[in-house]
């Protein structure tokens, strides 16, 4: 993946903007840089739980006053009815793109206990406490949302 990844941005480095691609495991302290910008695009939601304000935390300590996080995560419905009829679509929109019902299962299999969202709310509420002042919505999509994070 990391030598993927730096394929795709090998343009960007070209034409003299830094793109920094580096293997970490995020339960450690993120390594010693300034940002303007972190991405976390479906990636915290795989770490555990426990781990998660910190990593925030750490990724705000790293950040440029001004500087922003993008965090995308799946996330869990209100309620358990509400959670079930956005799964429901979801397996239904990926059947309707050619997945087969095992396939569908396969991958629900292969994330069980691996990938452990929490509530818009609680990821809104981590974002604040780790430090964040402003924290707004950009984008959800049934179990899906997306926020902009800004370090004043």
């Not at 402003?134 to 902009?148: K, L, Q, S, T």
Request: aromatic share 10%.
């Amino acid at each position: 993946m990391i030598k993927a990844a730096a394929a795709r941005f090998a343009h960007y480095q070209d034409a003299g903007i830094e793109v920094s691609i580096r293997k970490h495991d995020l339960r450690e302290v993120l390594p010693d840089i300034k940002a303007n910008i972190v991405l976390s695009i479906l990636t915290i939601q795989f770490t555990p739980i426990e781990y998660r304000l910190n990593i925030i935390k750490d990724i705000f300590e790293k950040l440029e006053t001004g500087g922003i996080l993008i965090l995308v995560e799946k996330v869990l419905g209100n309620s358990r009815d509400i959670d079930k009829q956005m799964i429901r679509q979801y397996y239904g929109l990926k059947a309707a793109h050619g997945y087969s019902g095992e396939d569908i299962e396969r991958k629900r299999l292969s994330l069980e206990g691996v990938l452990v969202p929490l509530t818009a709310k609680w990821n809104e509420m981590m974002l604040n406490d780790a430090g964040f002042a402003e924290v707004d919505c950009f984008w959800r999509w049934m179990n899906f949302a997306g926020w902009i994070a800004v370090k004043r």
